[in-house]
């Protein structure tokens, strides 16, 4: 189910950023790759809710090119690539928390536009007037917590982290807020990109970077 969402260039890029995961990832190899393969899987199962009627919609996106696999994974790998460099330091933790929270973040947004769109009519995260579905950067309550049920689920992957960094709920706490406040951020860039500012792969990316970011700052405090 998950392959089936990749078109079949984006699927030979995903299978190169996955032999990446594992080699950097080193000793958490299998963990990255797992878990991007979970975030792959939970996407497919949340882009099938509702399918009819994002059909009838027009709503309905089956597959995802090069572009959405390299917004939604670029900055994950760019974390992974940070564990690597920094081996044997006390900030490796750091970049893991860093990963999940970029990888809440994309999976936050999936969530809350995937299921927010079933939702009655939309509001700008800016101004908060009232837009058509699908237009960029508008919530529902309903995709709103959505999204954050995707961040949390992300950030469960945290159970499977015991024996290298102290799993504790602040931490868990952490990744759910990187990834919700990401998801947020990415809405506001949607708005942007209603004025010609942006795309939805650079709203994407950019709020993977903000998630991330938030949920290390909030580690660090």
């Known amino acids: 189910m998950a392959i089936l969402t990749l078109a079949d260039k984006a699927m030979a ?12 990832g080193g000793n958490l190899g299998p963990f990255f790759l797992l878990a991007m393969l979970y975030f792959l899987f939970l996407s497919a199962i949340v882009t099938k809710i509702g399918h009819s009627y994002k059909v009838r919609a027009k709503l309905y996106e089956k597959q995802r090119g090069i572009k959405n696999v390299l917004a939604n994974g670029g900055w994950p790998l760019f ?36 299921i ?3 939702d009655g009519i939309p509001i700008s995260i800016i101004g908060f007037r009232k837009v058509d579905k ?17 961040s949390a689920l992300i950030a469960a992957l945290l159970l499977f982290l015991g024996s290298f960094i102290a799993v504790t709920p602040y931490i868990f706490l952490a990744v759910v807020a990187g990834g919700f406040g990401g998801t947020l ?14 795309n939805k792969f650079t709203s994407n990316f950019f709020g993977s970077v903000f998630g991330s970011l938030i949920s290390i700052i909030v580690v660090l405090l």
């Open 13 to 24: 890029v995903a299978l190169v950023m996955g032999v990446f995961f594992l080699v950097l």
């Open 79 to 114: 974390m992974v690539v940070v564990y690597f460099l920094m081996r044997g330091s006390a900030f490796q933790s750091l970049a893991v928390v860093g990963f999940l929270s970029a990888l809440a973040a994309v999976m936050a947004d999936k969530f809350s536009s995937e």
């Open 185 to 198: 951020f990415d809405s506001v860039l949607g708005w942007f990109e209603e004025k010609g500012i942006g």
């Open 116 to 118: 927010g769109v079933l």
């Open 134 to 150: 699908g237009v960029s950067g508008g919530v529902t309550w309903v995709g709103l917590l959505a999204g954050l049920l995707g």
